[in-house]
């Protein structure tokens, strides 16, 4: 079946000012876009309402984190029904950084996952392994370990809101970067572990994009790939060729 193309920008902690913010919409809010493909864009928390009181509607935002309760004594935390009562349709669960410099279990972000779906929220589930663990032979366990956490506490239909995001650890802000064939073996290889440990129909429609130094320039490669359906980007996603890689299987 044909999974629809989709592109998330992944803004962490930034722009730094309300100027830089309001020029990167500037620049999505004018550009041609490929009215075919999913654009989601994640602003820091701070500027997530305003984003979406000035951005265009073809474009949505997501929160980049969520805890896991709704309410409570959790100085600093957003909630997911907090982001749903603003608007917000998506949150990034599992990056990385949340598991690396946070200290985010696979658990944890499970519990995040299931939290986020009963708000109403869509999720963009990270995964991706170390470049130790990569070397190693290890890729596809990790992977699956990280999955399985999430596996254990979904329902089948709430596979129609969740994107999964491969994003090797050894890629992200290295300018190191999968070839064509590592994002596609990878991606085929958990395509297939869904397969089995969900369902073959789910396997099928469930989105897997890359994200890992994504630029402009090698995006076209991995882009025509049988099973990377977009990308999630990060420094890029700060510039004008975040349109470029939006665009990419624009025929």
């Not at 079946?1 to 309300?18: I, L, S």
């Not at 982001?83 to 200290?103: M, N, T």
């Not at 963009?124 to 596996?151: F, M, S």
């Not at 300018?175 to 958990?190: D, I």
């Amino acid at each position: 079946m044909a999974r629809q193309y989709f592109v998330g920008g992944n803004f962490k902690m930034n722009p730094t000012t309300r100027e830089q913010k309001r020029a990167l919409i500037k620049i999505l809010n004018s550009a041609d876009i490929d009215p075919q493909t999913e654009v989601v864009i994640a602003p820091p928390s701070l500027y997530l309402i305003p984003v979406l009181e000035l951005l265009r509607k073809d474009i949505k935002v997501a929160a980049q984190n969520c805890h896991a309760k709704a309410s409570g004594a959790f100085t600093g935390e957003i909630s997911a029904v907090q982001l749903v009562d603003a608007g917000v349709p998506y949150v990034i669960l599992g990056h990385s950084e949340r598991r690396s410099l946070f200290h985010e279990t696979s658990e944890i972000v499970a519990a995040k996952t299931r939290a986020a779906l009963d708000a109403g929220l869509k999720i963009i589930l990270c995964v991706g392994e170390t470049l130790e663990e990569r070397e190693g032979g290890k890729t596809q366990d990790v992977v699956q370990a990280q999955l399985k956490a999430v596996i254990a506490v979904l329902k089948p239909e709430d596979w129609s809101r969740i994107v999964i995001a491969y994003e090797p650890v050894w890629a992200i802000g290295t300018g190191k970067v999968a070839t064509a064939a590592q994002a596609q073996e990878t991606h085929a290889e958990t395509r297939t572990f869904l397969a089995s440990a969900v369902s073959p129909a789910i396997a099928e429609s469930t989105r897997i994009i890359y994200g890992g130094s994504v630029t402009a320039s090698n995006c076209n490669n991995i882009t025509c790939q049988a099973d990377v359906d977009g990308f999630l980007v990060g420094g890029a996603s700060l510039k004008p060729e975040f349109v470029d890689i939006i665009n990419a299987r624009r025929s």
